[in-house]
């Protein structure tokens, strides 16, 4: 066989095996929710919330799972190795958190169309208290849902305060989008070098060519 036939060959069949889903050793699954469009607080409507209404939610998880066709609010039955969630100055993952439930409505074609997630983690607020109280640990729920059998779109944040008044923020009707990503196993990247290899030394010897032809 031609050494050059079987460089490209074995370039083509390296980038072929990269990009089967087969060898993914995980899949990310990221949320990015659209800007909040109600930052205040549960009691009095005072705007006493770290959130602004450029803040949105940023929620990953890694499984090494798909979801599977038509779902119908169905809990990730699949093993989450690990998560993380951002909302504005809020920022944690599956080291310090709690993931309480991951429920999710598939098309025919695995998409997903409606999809619940909820977290929760004991979080240190004190822009939440008033000065001459000091920090406190509080339970704070990160949520997002889009069920749209019932007409609920929302995504936001609910922490209870010491006192009357807590810190919510959310956005509403306006849902976010999921993408699914592929993560390949490390093998699977020494695979690709080899097919990127490959390819650079035929194009390479195809160089020389044009150059002698010339």
Known sequence: MNLKAYGAGAALAAFSLVSS????????????GNDLTDVTSACCGKPDTPFTTSDFIRFQFRSPDLLGPDLVDAGFAAPITSWSLSLGPLSYSSADGVLYSINFSTN??????????TTQTDVVAPNLIPAEYPPTPY??????FDFPALGEVEDGVYIPSIFQDSAYAA??????TWTITAVPEPATWAIMLVGLGGLGAVMRGRGRERLIAA
């Open 21 to 32: 889903p087969a060898l993914a050793a995980s899949y990310l699954y990221t949320y990015t």
């Open 108 to 117: 025919a074609a695995s998409q997903i169309i409606a999809y619940q997630f």
């Open 171 to 176: 956005n509403v009707d306006d849902a976010g």
């Open 139 to 144: 339970e704070e729920e990160v949520f997002s």
